[in-house]
């Protein structure tokens, strides 16, 4: 199902709590952007580890980048392997990064880098699922579409077993959908329920119009007509032709409650308002609509949201403005849309993030997730690129519990293969879960009311602080 566009998307309920004939379809309070009260608690939750992240922020490099072209370079491989690229040192000895990364070379000090990530999904939709959820997909077909077999997102499970409290939403996705050919599945609640979906933005805030109206009262509607429970029925019924109330419905009036809520909150509504930054704050992330989400994530996680996803792209890529998969469109030596788009907009705006989190103090509490699907060819093909390579990549993680300045696992001589510590995505799964207070065994319904473990994988204790 394709999500919905600047919407809570409150369309279902847990299969385990209410039939399928009884599903609400919340068309108008969706238009508004509502959020809704927890209805549902986890099955089998457990007593989780202590909290050391209070919330994520989730940068997702949909494309794949190239593990041996950033963070895992190797100077000393045959030209063949190693490109033309040159390492630079970091501000932490023995970490090296591109020459095209000299800001982030700076930072180096406040991220852990795993350099022995790694699966067999060759196709970007599955190894996104993966990505997104920790869970294999049951075939790496380029055609996985969403459903609701398949795992939630990792926000939808925090929103699950550990939501936001107030009128806050705990998990919030910006500023694209994304997918390859079909609708990437692992974006949204799953068996969940709608009713754990993102708070979903796909407005660009690098606009200078940009604004929610979803969260602005419809023109002729005053806050305490709508708090008025009868107005509140009329304009659900007459937008989404919701079914009458019934003993099955009872609990609702809680979510009005946190919709009508939602709709006056001045802290959310703030949030939101990136004109309320300085320019030159606005200007640091840079005026994409990548940096500015995360500008965007860093004001959400301010006011109270646990979870924000930020994609880089829409799209796999193949030019500028796009993702990360370059393979059919580079130079005969270089790497030109990588060089001139990719790693300029990594360079400025995830050290930017990384900078400002910490002067506000934020860094040790939240977690910054760097990460794609896989890595590339170590080995450049006849098109002078580099093709998808699961088998070992890299992702870059930062505060929230982990180490500084470190890095764990270690490939082969050609980045080819892990060497030391592999860390497979349900390891990476398990290890946000971990960070956030969230014990990894905990088990929720499935469609079937079969318990599921959310993870199947166990935390990387290794790079814990």
């Known amino acids: 199902m394709k999500p919905t566009t600047n919407s809570f998307a409150c369309q279902g309920f847990h299969a385990s709590s209410f039939s399928r004939r009884h599903l609400l379809k919340v068309g108008g309070l969706g238009l508004l952007g509502l959020s809704v009260p927890r209805l549902l608690r986890a099955e089998g939750a457990k007593k989780g580890p202590p909290v050391r992240a209070k919330s994520v922020i989730f940068l997702y490099q949909f494309g794949g980048p190239s593990h041996v072209d950033m963070f895992d370079m190797k100077p000393e491989a045959p030209e063949a392997i190693r490109g033309l690229h040159k390492p630079i040192s970091s501000n932490v000895a023995g970490i090296t990064v591109s020459e095209h990364l000299p800001r982030l070379a700076k930072v180096m000090d406040k991220v852990t880098l795993i350099r022995s990530l790694h699966h067999n999904m060759k196709n970007h939709n599955p190894a996104s699922y993966y990505a997104l959820t920790g869970h294999a997909p049951p075939v790496d077909d380029i055609t996985l579409r969403d459903s609701p077999e398949l795992f939630p997102a990792y926000g939808s499970v925090v929103d699950r077993l550990a939501p936001a409290s107030g009128e806050i939403p705990t998990f919030v996705a910006l500023p694209y959908v994304i997918g390859d050919g079909t609708i990437t599945p692992g974006q949204q609640a799953s068996f969940l329920g709608k009713l754990h979906d993102p708070l979903l933005v796909t407005r660009d805030p ?69 004109m309320a930054e300085p320019e030159t704050v606005r200007e640091s992330y840079g005026r994409t609509p990548y940096g500015q989400s995360c500008l965007l994530a860093r004001r959400l996680l301010e006011a109270g949201t646990k979870f924000v996803t930020v994609y880089f792209s829409p799209n796999i890529g193949g030019d500028v403005g796009s993702g990360w998969d370059t393979h059919g469109n580079n130079g005969k030596k270089m790497f030109p849309v990588i060089e001139k788009y990719h790693l300029p907009i990594t360079d400025r705006t995830l050290p930017t993030l990384l900078e400002e989190l910490e002067q506000r103090g934020l860094l040790d509490s939240t977690l910054v997730v760097w990460m794609g699907e896989f890595g590339r060819t170590p080995r450049i093909n006849e098109k002078a690129s580099r093709d998808h390579w699961p088998q070992c990549y890299t992702a870059l993680l930062a505060g929230g519990g982990v180490k500084r300045g470190f890095v764990y696992g270690a490939s082969d001589k050609t980045a080819s293969y892990p060497a030391e510590n592999p860390v497979r995505p349900e390891d990476l799964a398990a290890t946000i879960f971990y960070l956030l207070g969230i014990d990894p065994e905990t088990e929720v319904y499935g469609i079937d009311k079969r318990p599921l473990r959310i993870c199947e994988g166990s935390p990387v204790t290794g790079i814990l602080s």
């Open 206 to 274: 690098s606009k200078p119009d940009f604004k929610l109206p979803e969260l602005t009262l419809p023109a002729g509607l005053s806050y305490e007509r709508l708090m008025h429970r009868r107005a509140v029925q009329k304009l659900i019924d007459g937008q989404s032709r919701l079914m009458s109330y019934s003993a099955q419905a009872r609990g609702f009036d809680a979510y009005y409650e946190k919709a009508m809520a939602m709709l006056d909150s001045p802290k959310l509504r703030e949030a939101f308002n990136l």
